[in-house]
């Protein structure tokens, strides 16, 4: 009966596994390279943008909260 499959040592396969490491770190810089990164103010703009959504939509939950609390005591009878 032989064995396909080739006995590979403890030593190699670290390695391979070194190698491996490198080569996932190596690839990440370059694809960070052709990254199109966006400029300053496209940036702000959009960091600005992000801002005004989040405390609208914070704002508006918060109404409807309130709304369906005074709904609720309303109707149990706690008001």
């Known amino acids: 009966m032989s064995n396909k499959n080739p006995v590979i040592s403890p030593k190699s396969r670290?390695?391979?596994?070194?190698?491996?490491f490198f080569s996932?770190?190596?690839?990440?810089?370059n694809e960070l390279k052709r990254v199109t990164w966006?400029?300053?103010e496209e940036t702000f703009r959009l960091s600005i943008m992000v801002v005004v959504v989040s405390?609208?939509?914070?704002?508006?939950?918060?109404?409807v909260d309130l709304v369906f609390t005074e709904l609720f005591d309303i109707i149990l009878g706690r008001s």
């Open 24 to 29: 996932f770190i190596s690839d990440a810089f």
């Open 38 to 40: 966006p400029t300053k």
């Open 14 to 20: 670290a390695e391979a596994s070194r190698k491996g």
């Open 55 to 63: 405390v609208s939509v914070g704002i508006f939950l918060g109404l």
